[in-house]
Nanobody
Framework: QVQLVESGGGLVQAGGSLRLSCAAA??????????MGWFRQAPGKEREFVAV????????HYADSVKGRFTISRDTTKNTLYLQMDSLKPEDTALYLC????????????????WGQGTQVTVSS
């Protein structure tokens, strides 16, 4: 079982940056073996894929809407996943959540588990 806790959200102006963190506490199998993803969910909308990173950190995949602006990374020594968000836009406003998957670089939320509670990101125009 892996418990995930997100942090780093806040209010930022359009064009600004934020760095989200997802701290993992794992029992048994370690954090480093899992593929990890970031999703976001705006009020009244479905949960949307943002980015995913494989267990080694060498392979990543991004949603087209964030490609070139967001960077996913992980530090296995700290059991932490990150999402660096630059050039933020008002449409990036959402609750951001991290989760793990056993299925590789997948983008469907149904293929992920161990969801955190999320951290709110609000981008003002």
């Amino acid at each position: 079982q892996v418990q995930l806790v997100e942090s780093g959200g806040g209010l930022v102006q359009a064009g600004g940056s934020l760095r989200l963190s997802c701290a993992a506490a794992a029992s048994g199998r370690t954090f480093s073996i899992y593929t990890m993803g970031w999703f976001r969910q705006a009020p009244g909308k479905e949960r949307e894929f943002v980015a995913v990173i494989n267990w080694s950190g060498r392979t990543t995949h991004y949603a087209d809407s964030v490609k070139g602006r967001f960077t996913i990374s992980r530090d296995t020594t700290k059991n932490t996943l990150y999402l660096q968000m630059d050039s933020l836009k008002p449409e990036d406003t959402a609750l951001y959540l991290c989760a793990k998957t056993n299925y590789g670089l997948v983008t469907g939320p149904d293929q992920y588990d161990s969801w955190g509670q999320g951290t709110q990101v609000t981008v003002s125009s």
